[in-house]
């Protein structure tokens, strides 16, 4: 969705709607809810709460697919990124979550709103 803002930003309205396309797709086959509110969004695109505990845009994407459930393999498709990074950005959150897997990764996105 960023590159789609970024299509729109630089004029390619074409690009944008078929970054957008793809995205809804995305979300309709993983029945990932994906709710980016302006109110909770500061200027990088991280929600505040999860600003407050370090996590990256990238991070904040792979941690609402933990929270669904999603495989690492799963999140990789989804981002067009590989199985490997998908598992280095999942151990990342881990750490900076303090937590010790992924349903306890969820369940602190879900507190948060993050999911």
Known sequence: ML?????SIDGDSAGARLELKAA?????EFGVAVAVHD??????????AARELGLTA????????VAAGRTNRQIAEA??????????????????LG??????????AR????D
């Not at 507190?111 to 993050?114: K, N, P």
């Open 24 to 28: 809804a797709r995305i979300v309709e």
């Open 79 to 96: 981002l067009f990124i590989a199985v490997k990074t998908a598992s280095a950005h999942v151990s990342s959150l881990l750490l900076k």
């Open 3 to 7: 590159l789609a803002q970024a299509l």
């Open 111 to 114: 507190r948060l709103h993050l």
């Open 58 to 65: 990238r991070e904040v994407e792979v941690l609402a697919l």
């Open 39 to 48: 109110r909770l969004i500061d200027d990088g695109g991280v929600p505040p």
């Open 99 to 108: 937590v010790a897997n992924r349903s306890e990764a969820g369940a602190v």
